[in-house]
């Protein structure tokens, strides 16, 4: 597998002087058969048309040498004869012809089999290829069929070319003729795209083969890698186009078979039940890599691969929680606390950030009003007062449906806001606002925020937003920020004079009430430790309409008006708000939250709340509170691990069911179950992959292991001040730390030897000129180098 990420920044010399700068990372999976990483250089003028200005190409086998740092590259000119792709596959075959006069003469058959990979050109290919003779004195060529509508052409034609004259064959060799023909002469396969412009055919891309391949034998097959031809253009001096700033990072990993990593991958996956979570092997792993990123991306997608990621972030966050002094920086450092949530967030909830923000953003997208509340950026014509209430128009949309989402929070998130909030609570016990801080900081600050001031970079558009645009995205980003950081003095907070008056606006409680009735919703979990200390969270509650249950033998059941309340723990109602409850449901206790059809009784708006014993018949006072309810009673007891599958749609009345007519009152369902809101969306990841790219991780930053097997070492014999060069690591228990260190060395250790051994035997069986390594692949070339000095090291 293999993948890179880069960081652009261009400095362009066409016409004017410019020098851009991006700052933008791209992160993308790359096809392992690639040839070159190229990276195209645009200008576009007013109307909005794009000119090509130059190109960067980095040819694979320099990615290594270019890794991880920042590099300028010269661009090249781009023209279509260097923009080639693809292999052929041919054979050249030697054979002896008596002519007409009974001398035998050399033919030459070159026979061109099929080719793949070729480019698409303005959306069609039509390739042919030209099979030419050339030499210092001739120059013979002739022609394949056109193939229409194919990038991967199936040619399967021979061509013959006389290649000796009479006088020059020898019984000692058939190959024995003047050596400046054989030095000199080549077959010469170019492929093009017939097209049906004006401008003629296109270059596809050429090989050039001399005739000195078939000396040791008169047979000869090869698939081969179509290369540029020289068009003249190499007389541009190479800093005419100007340059591009580059830091590439690249990885290329070989993934085995599952069982090759259970060792290593069962070691890391127990990183939560370890004590001192510091002690484990995903905590070290963060430990030693340079940049936290680095190791939170493979390890929040291999624990979310094997559904241990709330418990694995639990423990670190937990950990964390505890080394913090002051609750004002709860969560605030770039910790692997915080980039394992942050790499959550990007990929369990992205779908609930489209559903969320996406209608609103490419609203705003399309309405280019202007939002400018700036007086010393105010442009001609524009009105401050109007700017401003078009801003707090758009704040207040978004603000509405952030604070309304929380049903939609995936479950691994909420759980996961859950522990965050019980660990700052539990720490923190004097400080009342740390439960919302805690989790304020994550999903205002590090996901709603972020996305709405650069909501490419969230696919929320397809491309970057014009300058207006992006500056009242600035605006509304700066102020939702505010509004969910719940600090005590807001206006305070911005730097910004005209920032501060704007947001007066916003100096509610209902706003702040807002922000914490939507932080209690999605850090409420239904998975309670009944251990925790935690007080309920009110979610919502209201007058209603229940139906009787029937939990006497005898008496009526009819309607009555309750007054329900639901917390993060229970269901319950009682006849007016303050009273004793009359009934509780427990969370864990509700099967299922489904519509009930209106013939059941004759009424409108109801709903049931399914029980193991029975179902609990509600009616809201209209179809909007309704749904309000259905969605909070599916999203508290969603991961009841006894939800049902199928439900009644409609009550059981008179002895059988409305809906099926079953006679039961324990029959299963009828109506598979609406689900309401999915408990989390399907992700596609590679547990063995992710597991491969943490051995690489060890391996690199092994000399970092060993430093802290040292400073593990150091810590248990001597109890002072501890060396500078171990005081970077943070090691709680000295023998425990070690000991894991000592496992992952040894695990570490098995698989490189498997690599080593993988390597050696890919050298042994792999053929160059075959179709997985055509001729041409410089990469594989490097590689073999490697092998073989490898092999003569050994030796």
């Given amino acids: 597998m293999s993948g890179l990420r880069l960081w652009p920044e261009v400095c362009v010399a066409a016409g004017i002087a410019v020098s851009p700068f991006y700052g933008e990372d791209f992160y993308c999976e790359i096809p392992r ?94 390739p042919y290829a030209t099979v030419t003779l050339a030499g210092p004195y001739r120059s013979e060529a002739k022609k394949t069929k056109v193939k229409k509508k194919t990038n991967n052409p199936q040619f399967d034609e021979v061509f013959y070319f006389e290649v000796t004259r009479p006088c020059s064959y020898s019984k000692k060799s058939h190959f024995d003729f003047e050596e400046e023909d054989v030095d000199k002469l080549e077959i010469r396969v170019d492929l093009w795209n017939a097209s049906n412009l004006k401008f003629g055919d296109e270059f596809l891309g050429e090989l050039r083969i001399p005739l000195k391949v078939l000396r040791r034998s008169s047979s000869y097959e090869a698939w081969y890698f179509l290369q540029p031809r020289d068009n003249g253009s190499k007389s541009l001096k190479p800093g005419d186009l100007g340059s591009l700033r580059l830091n590439v990072v690249y990885t290329e990993d070989h993934v085995f078979s599952s069982d090759y990593y259970s060792p290593l991958r069962d070691l890391l996956l127990k990183s939560a039940d370890v004590e001192p979570v510091s002690a484990s092997a995903a905590h070290i792993l963060g430990e030693v890599c340079r940049e936290k990123q680095e190791a939170a991306i493979p390890l929040v997608r291999l624990f979310l691969h094997y559904g241990k990621i709330v418990p694995f972030i639990s423990a670190i966050a937990n950990a964390e929680v505890e080394r913090t002094q002051d609750p004002n920086t709860i969560f605030r450092g770039n910790s ?92 923190f016990q004097d400080d009342l606002d740390v439960r919302y801080t805690a989790v304020s900081s994550f999903i205002f600050l590090r996901f709603f925020a972020p996305a709405i001031l650069s909501p490419n970079l969230f696919q929320l558009t397809p491309h970057h937003t014009d300058p207006q645009t992006s500056r009242t995205l600035t605006l509304i980003s700066k102020t939702i920020q505010t509004l969910g950081s719940l600090s005590k003095s807001k206006s305070a907070s911005f730097k910004e004079s005209y920032m501060a008056t704007f947001y007066e606006f916003f100096n509610e409680q209902k706003y702040a009430d807002a922000v914490k009735n939507f932080l209690d919703l999605i850090s ?194 001597y109890d002072g001040p501890e060396q500078e060069e171990y005081s970077t690591f943070i090691i709680d228990d000295p023998q425990e730390t070690y000991k894991t260190l000592k496992q992952i060395i040894a695990g570490v250790g098995t698989l490189e030897q498997e690599h080593a051994q993988y390597k050696r035997d890919k050298f042994k069986k792999t053929k160059y000129g075959s179709q997985e390594h055509p001729i041409g692949d410089k990469s594989f070339q490097s590689y073999i180098r490697q092998q073989s000095e490898i092999s003569t090291h050994s030796i």
Wanted: charged share 25%; aromatic share 8%; glycine share 4%.
């Fill in 524 to 717: 409420s979990s239904g998975r309670r430790d009944h251990k925790s200390t935690e007080q309920p969270i009110l979610l919502k509650e209201g007058f209603m309409i229940k139906r009787a249950q029937g939990r006497k033998r005898f008496g009526m059941k009819n309607f009555k008006k309750r007054w329900f309340r639901l917390t993060n723990h229970e269901f319950t109602y009682q006849k007016s708000k303050g009273d004793q409850p009359l009934y509780s449901i427990p969370i864990e206790n509700i099967l299922a939250v489904e519509k009930l059809e209106e013939e059941s009784f004759k009424m409108k708006n109801m709903f049931q709340v399914i029980q193991p014993e029975r179902a609990l018949y509600i009616q809201a006072n209209n179809c909007v509170e309704a749904k309000d309810w259905i969605d909070i009673l599916t999203k508290v007891s969603q991961c009841n691990k006894k939800r049902l599958t199928v439900y009644h749609p409609s009550a059981y009345l008179n002895g059988h069911w409305l809906c099926c007519k079953a006679s039961s009152d324990s029959a299963p369902g009828c109506t598979p179950c609406t689900g309401g809101l999915p408990a989390n969306i399907q992700l596609d990841i590679d547990g063995d992959r992710e597991t491969e790219r943490i051995y690489s991780l060890f391996n690199l930053y092994m000399n970092k292991m060993e430093k802290m097997q040292e400073a593990c070492g150091s810590k248990s014999v």
């Fill in 33 to 126: 058969s690639f040839r070159h990483l190229s990276f195209y250089i645009f200008d576009r003028d007013v109307f909005r048309r794009d000119s090509i200005i130059g190109k960067v190409a980095i040819q694979k086998e320099d990615l290594q040498k270019y890794h991880n740092r920042d590099t300028w590259f010269q661009l090249q000119h781009v023209d279509a004869d260097s923009e080639v792709q693809g292999k052929v596959h041919l054979e050249m075959r030697l054979s002896e012809v008596i002519t007409d006069t009974g001398v035998v003469c050399h033919k030459l058959a070159t026979r061109i089999f099929e080719c793949q990979g070729l480019p698409i050109v303005n959306g069609q290919c039509d």
């Fill in 336 to 427: 692997l606390t915080s980039k394992c949530i942050d790499e959550t967030m990007k990929l369990a909830g992205m779908h609930y950030l489209h559903v969320t923000l996406k209608p609103i953003i490419e609203e705003i997208c399309q309405s280019h009003k202007s939002c400018e509340i700036d007086p010393v950026k105010l442009k001609d014509g524009e009105n401050l007062e109007n700017n401003m209430e078009s801003l707090r128009q758009y704040v207040d949309r978004i603000f509405n449906v952030i604070s309304k989402s929380g049903v939609s929070c995936p479950t691994v998130m909420c759980d996961i806001f859950f522990s965050l909030r019980e660990s700052a609570a539990k720490r």
